[in-house]
């Protein structure tokens, strides 16, 4: 390591190497998107994106907009197993995975809210490296834990010692601060099944509770208790009654007060099921009883296509359900960029949800595109559906990506590419400028704004000094325009609040044209490599 390098960080072969993205544009294909302009209620969502493309050009494209929008992200990235190469090189392909996510989770970063949450799943091939490298992007005290899930229910003959769980990597800005934003779990029969009420309370069902706690010693909550029996009693050692004297007495008076049977037991207090928290605070234990696991998914997966076999290992809905719940409310924005089966987008549109998907592989037509008009129809019956009574509703746009903005022609010049029309480029132009996309129709040259009053216009002619007078004397006092053109035949300072700059040469220093896909061998397996032990005949015997 550099003497000058003090920081503490993962480093691998490769990692001084960033991409330079292009800022591409999304392309609507209206003939693919379902019931997009069609409205039934407020309640109906219809903001909702599923991009076909390189994921982290996806991400790119979606920075302008969405940057601190996205209350919830759940990605199922690759696992890195190594079972879907035959020979490879495990340190290379190690730095490509690391390279590959850092890429990716950089601008998951920018699209978060404060109040958001990242959420990761992944198993031990990669688990500790990907902490590690969370830590190093999001901060170490944006770390709030990884759920244990238990997404094996057998035992394979395969492994030296049994897989029998994943893990969920969580995240959130405001680190342990994001308890005050989190939703509680709902409470369930097995949690409520505990408060009982044998002496026929007026108040309902209760359980005993302790009036102690462990801590520091303080003299007011050091008092002597007398049991109904006769016995004083003290705070168990290292510890303090939890209220002072005269609280205990107000509850004592009120018959929240136990002693046990005989009268002769260390008090305990009376916790009422209906004063309690409507619901649970989420613990890092999901037993697949709770939320599913694989073949549970994968059951969901088939019973939806023929083709369901084609993902190995797809996430069940109740999993997606568990995130969903902890981490958002209706009307809040989802995002997955490794969709995979498209279970994320399912879920969330049946809980009303907004989510954005985002898949490279072709299943995003063959798939996702038939599973999702499935559950907009009301015909999914799997999955949640029973369970939260969905009977359909909503739509979605269907996305591409567009073209480079420029490609080389014959005499290896890079030009603007002739897939492009006059809007196509003037929205490219102003994400590359760091504009806003708002045509104004009343004002033929304000193509879009930085500010209030900044503006850019976009052409492909050639401008003269009379066209360039003329737009000036359009503008207001404190107005500024920003004008990309093919060339302009005037002097580029002649005019005090128009900036002029050459299409392509403004744009061709500022990332990497020509190239639409950044994903690894790897990344390109449907949902994920499969999982140690995730194919059924590794698996024998039940849960033990």
Known sequence: ?????????????GKDQRPRLEPRILLEDPEKSYHANERVSDQDIFDNRLI????????????????????????????NTGSAFEHYDDGIEHSLWLSMMRDRLEIIRNLLSNDGSLWITIDDNEGHYLKVLCDEIFGRAAYLGSAVWENFYGRSNAAAISPAHNYVQIYAPLGNDWKR????????????SKYKNPDKDPRGPWRAGPIFAPGERHEGLMYEIKTPS???VKPPRGSHWRMVEAEFKKLFDDGRILFGKDGNNTPAIKLFLNEVQSGLVPRTWWPHTEVGHSQEGKREAQALFDEGNLFDTPKPERLIERIINIATNPGEIILDSFAGSGTTGAVAHKMGRRWIMVELGEHCQTYILPRLKQVIDGTDAGGITQSIKWQGGGGFRYYRLAPSLLTKDKWDNWVISPDYDAAMLAQAMCKHEGFTYAPDPETWWNQGHATEKDFIYVTTQTLTHEQLSAIHQELDADQSLLICCSAFRADPDAFERITLKKI?????????FGRDDYSLEVANLPDAAPDAGSVDDLFVGDDA
């Open 504 to 512: 392509p040469h403004a744009v061709l220093g500022q990332c990497e």
């Open 52 to 79: 076909f493309g390189d994921n982290l050009l996806a991400l790119k494209a979606l920075e302008q907009e969405f940057a601190g929008k996205v209350k919830c992200v759940f990605i199922d990235p690759p696992y």
């Open 230 to 232: 006769g016995r004083s």
């Open 181 to 192: 934003v989190r939703n509680l779990l709902p409470r369930d029969e097995k949690s409520s």
């Open 1 to 13: 390591m550099p003497k000058n390098k003090t920081k503490l960080e993962l480093t691998w072969i």
